[in-house]
């Protein structure tokens, strides 16, 4: 029987179905209801998450109906979900729903290329549709909320977590970011296909000290706003419901505590209206931090604006004897629950609170037949033609389905899992294709050949590197038409707590690449030997790219990663994909990124006293949006619908696109916008545009970009952001070196487009 509690709330909501909302959202005026009616332990109860398996332990569930517990992390699957859900709402005191989340980065079952993977397409459409997939498989197997998108902005390979954001731009890092939260949130949170959109990690996780995870970071207030925050931003434009907080300190203070970013930034000036959860026990490692005792942590994480906290339970801990002795304020306590009660409003789980997930509809709509084909689309896109040299006065790419055999070489070419790539949500690696399933479909009158030759990562034996599988592959490589070369990381050297020192090919693959190579030219000088690469982050190969045929940047797929790239290699889809990220010619060079400033003395090797190495060039070895197709684009005719405006105005930029080869291609033009001379520096070139674009051989188009006051602002020394007058350079072209330029002038006064965000302190 319901209690009398219970019964009010549940009346006082049907009524908000019916009544006007009267200035305030249903959803607030569904949790002002129930808040009303909770005691101070069923407050904190909704301000803790913890971490479970499937099924939920007999203590957690006691928890659930004592009202502690308000959220479970990694309860999925329908009947699991759905029972712990009936424990909350039948047995419960006030039966106020759970909201259960997940790690669905990038895909629930049916898994997609890894978020640098799916940047690398420039199709921020893509991202809309993988993760509007992603939201009805994750709904159907019980789940409402997705700690996705990661949207910190990566300039440093080393660190292992660049593989679940977008890169090392904050413009084409906005673009995807926004994209994401639409596709996981679709139209209405309170629709049975949507999962609550989560913005990560709140913020400048990326800037980690060195590379290394959980790291420091110090970062100038500039950078701060140009930089690492943009995406964030975006991600709250485009309606997401909740923030994590990040593991790391800025500039002294840990983003847990920080009130600044938390409260400030994000919904004084931001007006941002979600709730926040901390990261993996991020409130308990306050302690760690330094910054007091366990009471000191919870009280300073609530009241900085974490509202949850994740699989710590300070909160519960602490706060009630707290409030009680008159030491902390009910309201921090009755602001945070209210966001937590409405978010579950929202998300219509006092409505509905299973979300329509039934066993019937997790059988009919997860890893579909059309599931996959998105799945295969995408992959792809996200495909990057780095290098394709003529072999006999062709093109190494795509490769003759006329083989008589192809010889396939390397530890991931016939590896399951990795494809899946780290964050893999419900992924399982038998439903993967792998590369040398996907070619051998491809090429079904081809004989191939298969050979692992060394361990993906350093295996010792008795002190030396394992390198005995590198004969049989040399044989291989002898015998073969043609070889195939699958070299990288495993799935588990990228993601979280993977950041690396070297991000060359790890173990002996490099060795294994020269064995390869060397024994196949020697057997025919003209015999094409093809480099793909698998893996989570740029990596460092300056010599595949100058000794290999080709060389194909593949990232983890998913689950079509095998069909998806064999469908490249045989040409049956034309690479389109870009870098989203600088790939460096050796280790030493990370950090590195495209839009860098200039130095008093800008590198240049014909001198020494300037900004270079004296032991390699300072250039990259591919820039950022770098990434050939099986055809020729040509740009030209660049103009400017003004040469001088105001500040307040917008210039027209037109260019004329060509695919001046023999067969369809599609292309990703970019623009870059730099500012020429300012008060404050400002980057030598930064993307302000990008278009997909498929052009039929000869045809030729038009390409219009709009770049508004925005477009050219700058953050000014007092921190407003200002269109300042003077010459601004664009360029357009398939990558960030593009040197087809044109000039504008701004004249007048400064204009002002908002005054300066709160200060850091």
């Not at 790690?103 to 940047?119: K, Q, S």
């Not at 870059?672 to 008060?679: H, K, S």
Request: aromatic share 8%; proline share 5%; hydrophobic share 45%.
């Amino acid at each position: 029987m319901k209690s009398p509690a219970f019964l009010a709330a549940a009346a006082c909501a049907a009524a908000l179905c019916a009544a006007p909302l009267e200035g305030q959202t249903r959803a607030s005026r569904i949790a002002d209801s129930v808040l009303a009616l909770m005691t101070l332990e069923e407050k904190l109860g909704q301000l803790t998450q913890a971490p479970a398996g499937a099924p939920v332990s007999a203590a957690d569930e006691r928890l659930v109906r004592e009202g502690k517990l308000g959220s479970f992390l990694g309860v999925y699957g329908v009947d699991a979900a759905r029972r712990i859900q009936r424990v909350a709402v039948e047995e419960s005191r006030l039966h106020i729903p759970l909201i259960l989340g997940f790690d669905v980065i990038h895909g629930m079952r049916t898994i997609f290329p890894v978020p640098l993977g799916l940047a690398a397409s420039f199709d921020s459409l893509a991202a809309v549709r993988a993760a509007r997939i992603a939201a009805v498989e994750a709904s159907a197997m019980g789940l409402h909320w997705t700690f996705a998108p990661m949207v910190d902005v990566a300039r440093d390979a080393r660190w292992g977590r660049i593989v679940e954001g977008a890169g090392e731009d904050p413009y084409l890092g906005s673009m995807f970011a926004a994209a994401y939260v639409r596709g996981f949130q679709g139209d209405s949170l309170a629709s049975p296909t949507s999962v609550l959109a989560t913005a990560k990690h709140f913020a400048a996780y990326g800037g980690a000290e060195a590379g290394r995870d959980y790291n420091v970071v110090s970062v100038s207030e500039r950078d701060l706003w140009n930089l690492y925050l943009p995406p964030f931003q975006a991600a709250v434009r485009a309606g997401a419901g909740s923030f994590m907080a990040s593991f790391n300190e800025i500039n002294g203070v840990p983003s847990h505590a920080n009130d600044w970013l938390l409260t400030n930034v994000l919904r004084d000036t931001w007006e941002f209206k979600g709730m926040v959860v901390s990261d993996w026990t991020g409130i308990w490692e306050l302690l760690n931090h330094g910054i007091g005792d366990s009471l000191t942590a919870a009280r300073r994480g609530l009241r900085a604006g974490v509202d949850m906290e994740m699989s710590s339970i300070l909160y519960r801990n602490h706060l009630a004897a707290e409030v009680r002795a008159g030491r902390f304020p009910q309201a921090v306590i009755d602001t945070a629950v209210h966001r937590v009660l409405r978010t579950k409003a929202a998300l219509g789980l006092f409505s509905d609170p299973y979300h329509g997930a039934t066993v019937e509809r997790e059988r009919r709509d997860v890893l579909t037949p059309e599931s996959r084909a998105a799945a295969r689309d995408i992959a792809r896109e996200a495909v990057v033609l780095l290098t394709n040299n003529s072999v006999g006065g062709a093109p190494a790419l795509p490769l003759r389905r006329t083989l008589r055999s192809l010889a396939v070489i390397g530890p991931l070419a016939n590896d399951s899992a990795s494809p899946i790539g780290p964050w893999g949500g419900a992924g399982r690696k038998e439903d993967v294709v792998t590369v040398l399933a996907g070619l051998r479909r491809a090429f079904p009158s081809t004989s191939i050949g298969f050979a692992r030759g060394v361990p993906t990562d350093t295996v010792h034996v008795e002190g030396a590197v394992r390198t005995d599988g590198i004969a049989e592959a040399e044989q291989l490589a002898r015998t073969a038409d043609a070889v195939l070369l699958v070299l990288g990381e495993h799935a588990d050297m990228s993601g979280e707590a993977s950041s690396r020192t070297f991000i060359g090919l790890p173990g002996a693959q490099l060795q294994l690449a020269q064995a390869v190579v060397h024994a196949a030219r020697t057997s025919n000088f003209d015999k094409p030997v093809i480099a793909v690469l698998m893996n989570g982050r740029p990596l460092a190969v300056q010599w595949l790219a100058d000794s290999a045929s080709a060389l194909v940047e593949s990232w983890f797929l998913g689950v079509e990663h095998g069909n998806a790239l064999a469908d490249i290699l045989v040409g049956d889809a034309a690479p389109s994909g870009k870098l989203p990220v600088t790939f460096p010619r050796v280790t030493g060079q990370v950090p590195m990124y495209y839009n860098h400033k200039n130095t008093g003395r800008p590198a240049n090797e014909r001198e020494k006293w300037n900004s270079k190495y004296i032991d390699a060039p300072w250039t990259p070895l591919f820039p950022f949006g770098h990434g050939l197709s099986y055809t020729t684009f040509s740009y030209a005719n660049l103009k400017l619908s003004r040469d001088t405006i105001r500040g307040t105005d917008s210039v027209v930029v037109t260019v004329d696109l060509t695919n001046g080869g023999t067969r369809a291609g599609t292309e990703v033009a970019q623009l870059y916008l730099r500012d020429d001379a300012a008060t404050v520096t400002r980057p030598v070139r930064e993307l302000r545009g990008f278009r997909r674009v498929t052009l039929q051989p000869g045809e030729t188009r038009t390409l219009r970009f709009t770049l508004r006051p925005g477009d050219l602002a700058m953050y000014d020394a007092a921190m407003r952001r200002v269109v300042e007058p003077g010459t601004f350079t664009v360029w357009a072209g398939g990558s960030s070196a593009a040197n087809l330029a044109a000039t504008f002038a701004v004249t007048g006064d400064v204009v002002v487009l908002t005054e300066p965000p709160p200060r850091f302190r």
